[in-house]
């Protein structure tokens, strides 16, 4: 079974970005065209990152206010997050390998 675009995507910037908030992760998928080719829509990414820090994947870093800007919360992955992102890794190679293979 393939695994969901976003479910990918979001971990992966997390931890490229770390630490980081739902707006940088939005925008970074934004600078992919991942809105072209994944279901990207505009709450997406933040229901994301709130299924993620529910089930213990990313926790809060801290939360702040730059100026007159909108309050922000920062999360990094956790080291159940960088499990969990290593196991979707391993289960898309192996669903491509596997539509390789049955093409």
């Known amino acids: ?17 770390q630490p980081v908030h739902g707006y940088d992760v939005r925008r970074e998928l934004l600078s992919w065209h991942a ?10 990414v933040y229901g994301a990152m709130k299924t993620m ?3 213990g994947s990313i926790a809060v870093e801290g939360v702040g206010q730059d100026g007159a800007r909108p309050e922000r919360t920062t999360y990094r992955l956790t080291a159940e997050g960088e499990k969990v992102f ?3 890794l391993r289960e898309a190679r ?8 049955n093409a």
């Open 35 to 44: 809105d072209e080719w994944a279901n990207l829509e505009q709450g997406s």
């Open 94 to 101: 192996c669903a491509r390998s596997f539509a390789r293979e």
């Open 86 to 88: 290593g196991d979707l």
């Open 53 to 55: 820090q529910r089930d």
């Open 1 to 17: 079974m393939a695994v969901p675009a976003t479910r990918m995507q979001v971990p992966a910037v997390v931890r490229m970005m």
